[in-house]
């Protein structure tokens, strides 16, 4: 795993402790469930739409950046109907 700016991760983990504990405590005890899946694509989709981007469209260099596997990156590309230039 790749060294992380501590302060960024610092910052990733206030975020994301204040939200999961602002929406935990909106369910008013119902156990919906689906808050994995909730964070998971709130924070994904953005995530691949921002590397593509930035890398003007090219799946290899943005699979790179996010150190995912490119075929992993194109499948998490249909799955959530992110439209970006093919430009390999």
Same mark, same amino acid.
């Given at each position: 795993? @790749?060294?992380? /700016?501590?302060d =960024? %991760?610092?910052?990733l983990e206030?975020w994301?402790h204040? *939200?999961?504990?602002k929406?935990?405590s909106?369910? /008013? +005890?119902?156990q919906?469930?689906g808050?994995h899946d909730?964070i998971? *694509?709130?924070?994904?989709k @953005?995530?691949?739409e921002?590397?593509l981007?930035?890398?003007e +469209?090219?799946?290899? %260099?943005?699979?790179n =950046? ?9 499948k998490? =590309? %249909?799955?959530?109907? =992110? %439209?970006?230039? /093919?430009?390999d």
């Amino acid at each position: 795993m @790749p060294k992380v /700016d501590k302060d =960024i %991760q610092t910052f990733l983990e206030r975020w994301l402790h204040k *939200s999961v504990k602002k929406y935990v405590s909106h369910m /008013d +005890g119902r156990q919906d469930g689906g808050l994995h899946d909730l964070i998971i *694509s709130g924070v994904e989709k @953005p995530l691949l739409e921002i590397v593509l981007q930035k890398t003007e +469209g090219n799946r290899t %260099q943005a699979a790179n =950046i996010l150190g995912i596997n490119r075929n992993t990156l194109r499948k998490k =590309i %249909q799955d959530y109907n =992110i %439209q970006c230039r /093919d430009r390999d």
